[in-house]
């Protein structure tokens, strides 16, 4: 949104209107560059030229809506997968027509494969070539991010239907879940039972680190960069209570040190949850999994979003994380699309 003073031409135009005390207007739309003097916005209307001269303020809105609904809902498909590009984002992205091409030293799928937006240009046979290509020089192995329409499987998608024809196999479905952030922060608040005490970072300090998976610690500086790429994030852990000698309370032989962890990327009016991980040893504790840490860092989540002006919430997991899934549900998350991996056989 782009607030602009009226030039003398635009309010002598309006003497006599209702318009005609009116000395400021707004402009919403996508920037689609900028150079020394002026700045272009493709708006709903059309094409808006604006003289830098003229602007009072600005500000970063997020996605408009693409259906009727609410806002975690009314997104488009396309939309919120460019949002969670931003919530993970790339240390290289290059657009291929709608296709963009994104690298990050092999630290995850997400930020190392050609995510699907639209038409790439050529034909599939050749677009699926410069994607070998394009990770062939990165020594990378090639791999493509497919949004499913909603309601659509994999083998509806006419892109993996002919990939599949030319040697390339679907990987197993990704789940997109959405929801509003006061519903989760309020049904956490209403089922929550751990007693951890919760940690939030501006930035990727050793406590968090300490329960990064192998993954992440076998490309650590990539992770990092990935980690710590957005415009804003913060990072949150869960660690015991301290009594008031200092002395980290529980039975003996309870958990002491960060217990687990989750990453949130704040963009205007969103927030994307990443990384929601346990201690591994604690994975298999009855005492532990009954503690709900999950749950409490997902509260934890949906307080910070509530605080950062990010009314909508979005993450990710496997389609076949059935407990996953249902603790996302509990808490009022909802899915919003599916996606799939393609990758050469």
């Known amino acids: 949104m782009i607030r602009r003073r009226l030039t003398a031409g635009e309010i002598a135009a309006a003497a006599g209107t ?173 089922t929550s039972t751990s007693s951890m005490r919760t940690n939030v ?20 500086s990539d992770a990092r960069r990935v980690l710590e790429g957005s415009d804003k994030q913060v990072f949150l852990a869960l660690t015991p209570p301290v009594d008031t000698d200092g002395i980290t309370s529980g039975a003996a032989g309870a958990p002491s040190g960060a217990v687990a962890h989750a990453r949130l990327a704040l963009s205007p009016g969103w927030a994307g949850v990443f990384a929601l991980a346990t201690r591994p040893d604690l994975a298999t504790r009855p005492d532990a999994r009954r503690q709900g840490l999950a749950r409490q860092l997902l509260r934890a989540c949906a307080d910070e979003a509530l605080r950062a002006d990010a009314s909508s919430m979005y993450l990710q997991v496997a389609a076949d994380n059935a407990p996953a899934i249902a603790l996302y549900e509990s808490l009022g998350f909802t899915t919003h699309h599916r996606y799939v991996y393609l990758q050469p056989n």
């Open 18 to 190: 209702l318009d005609a005390n009116a000395t400021l207007t707004d402009i919403v739309g996508t920037v689609r560059s900028v150079d020394v003097g002026h700045v272009i916005v493709d708006t709903r209307r059309g094409e808006v030229r604006v003289a830098i001269t003229h602007i009072v303020t600005a500000k970063a809105l997020g996605p408009r809506p693409g259906r009727r609904g609410a806002p975690h809902r009314a997104v488009s498909v396309e939309d919120l997968e460019e949002l969670m590009t931003d919530g993970w984002p790339p240390h290289e992205r290059e657009w291929f027509g709608r296709w963009m091409l994104r690298a990050a030293g092999g630290y995850t799928g997400r930020a190392n494969s050609a995510l699907v937006l639209g038409e790439p240009g050529p034909s599939t046979a050749d677009a699926l070539a410069t994607v070998r290509r394009w990770y062939d020089a990165r020594a990378l192995p090639p791999l493509i991010q497919v949004p499913l329409s909603p309601g659509f499987s994999a083998d509806d998608d006419p892109l993996v239907q002919e990939a599949t024809t030319l040697g390339w196999e679907a990987l197993r479905p990704v789940r997109v879940m959405t929801a509003a952030s006061a519903d989760v922060a309020a049904a956490a608040r209403r």
């Open 201 to 220: 970072s501006p930035t990727l300090d050793d406590a968090w680190w300490s329960l990064a998976d192998d993954r992440a610690r076998t490309h650590e």
